[in-house]
């Protein structure tokens, strides 16, 4: 292998581990091995999904689903809370997706809506 080609190889491998995917059946970044997703996971799936933050849902709702899957079967006794796991997969776009914040309102209002 000449030096030009392991320049290219090194480089293709590089760009493969920047990636921050996750490792099933653990649930941890490939890449810095925190429970994925991780931060860096969480900021470059809220920019793919920005037009599209449904599909973001969607997408890690699926996610919870296999990573409860994969969990309960390697170690039932350490899958998480549920409440842990939804707010893992599922809390925090919620918390960082405009188009998903629900205002609240009283009582009051909605019956003068309707009025």
Known sequence: MTGQQRRLSVNRLASAEVEHLPMRPLWRCRRCGQPWPCGAAKLALL????????????YLGGCLHD???????LNPSVTGSV?????????????HTHAYRVGTTTAVSIEEATS
């Not at 409440?83 to 918390?95: I, K, N, Q, S």
């Open 47 to 58: 920019a793919e999904y920005r037009e599209v933050p449904v599909s973001l849902f969607l």
């Open 67 to 73: 990573a409860i899957d994969d969990l309960h079967r």
């Open 83 to 95: 409440a842990d796991m939804f707010d893992r997969f599922l809390g925090w776009p919620a918390r």
